[in-house]
């Protein structure tokens, strides 16, 4: 079973903390809005601009990313907490 | 009887609890914002853009969709539970 | 007498409660923003798109629709109550 | 003495209970939004659309209008209640 | 000394009491929103439109224009009160 | 030491009491929102327009200016009171 | 490790105490919105305007950028400070 999002949509799997990178990205206790890591897991087709252009997502299935806190909504899908994102809210990408 | 949604709007109606995938989606009760499953039963011409392109919605009748909790417009048809939102509240298409 | 609604404006009727189509749509009492419906009387010449273009109304006279509670401005005509809107304060057209 | 309105910008002067139109439109006492009725007294020479096109007002000279109970900005001219709104204000035109 | 506005902002000067057009434009006391008297002294070189292009003002220096109270920016210019406003908060030129 | 500002940001100096021209303009106490005098110390490159024309700025190092009192970002240069502004918090250019 | 921002999104890392420049810029306690100095580690592929065209950022890798105090998302990576924000943040580069 799988979600397909839609356009500018991002489908990820948030990391378990034995997944996350050792001492690498590390969110402070007193930041406001905590980026979290997640994986992509499915990405929609494209972001529809004004002119009506529809632009290929700049994360691709697989791809670590970081995004701010409160972006997205939460969907738990066969027991993995996952998360349904604009592409605006990523931050970056691991590497 | 039947809705026909004007532009990017969309008729969903929401699957009753038996009828939720089984093992598959399940919103977690701290889940600010829960997605919800619906059926499509009909669907808008498409959005109008800026540059007066109209351009035809990516979810069509029979798709079964994940959207927001706090999106569309609640109607009851024949005694079920419908919505009427816009395509840019799905999130995505379960399949 | 009459009103000619000004652009993407339209007028509709109410429907007396009579007149509401038996066994069809019924609005629960728990929904927070009630769908209405009501009878197209006049419409305006269209919405005027950012790029200049005046794009022709999908909604047209005698058209029967649903609409947000919440949209619209109350005028009553001749003894009748009646309803401005805008094109996108109509949900979907009922057939 | 006259007020030329600029851009999109209409002056009307409201009409005094006893021009009202008999039988005709009445503001019921429960609604929120009462549009009201007043004659236009003059219009801007247009509204200036975002590709620079500057697009003639839909009301002119004469016309008797509705709108919306919040819109616009009260003048007094000639002792005579007056106000200037935008035509994004004016709901219809009474025929 | 003196100030000259950018783009589409124009530098008015109140009009004091006594120069106030008698018989006029009076401003009813129950007015939520009083547009004000004054006499543009300098105007900018246009309003810069989305697609570049700038437009010319459509106030000249010499204009007696109204406005509504809570637009502008005001100062003091040799001892006599002014405002600096965007062209958009002038409601009309007085003739 | 220098700042250089970014498209159409504006980095100005605030003018000290003894600076501020005589006899000329005056913020008067009761105004709410109060411009203040300051000297342009550097501009950026210009304002990047949705049409991707980046338009050169109308203000000049050099230039005395007026902004609006909740305009801007405070910064200390060299003891010196600084601020760095958007071309569109700028009201004018004082001659 | 490394995070790549994603269009117009921009890496930085904040100067410790010691390296902030002497006798520069200083951050006046009164100022309620601080701008705060940092370096850029690395930047993302270009804004995307409503053209569809994707513009370069301003700053590059090593620039020493101003920004204001609200902005952007702190992310420690390997024990350091960072923040990753949008171009439009940066409030200018120091020289």
Redesign the interface.
């Known amino acids: 079973?799988?979600?397909?999002?839609?356009?500018d949509?991002i489908?990820v799997k948030r990391l378990k903390e034995e997944e996350i990178?050792k001492?690498?990205?590390?969110?402070?206790d007193?930041?406001?809005?905590?980026?979290i890591e997640a994986k992509v897991v499915?990405v929609?087709?494209g972001r529809?601009?004004?002119?009506?252009?529809v632009?290929a997502l700049?994360?691709k299935k697989g791809d670590l990313v970081?995004f701010?806190k409160y972006g997205g909504?939460?969907?738990?899908?066969?027991?993995d907490?996952h998360l349904?994102l604009r592409?605006d809210d990523?931050?970056?990408?691991?590497?």
Chains 1, 2, 3, 4, 5, 6, 7 share one sequence.
């Open positions: 079973m799988a979600i397909r999002p839609l356009h949509r489908l990178t001492g690498g990205i590390i969110i402070p007193t930041a406001k809005e905590k980026p499915a929609g087709t529809i601009l004004d002119s009506g252009e632009r700049a994360v970081l701010g909504t939460e969907v738990k899908i066969d027991g907490d349904i592409e990523i931050l970056g990408i691991i590497e």
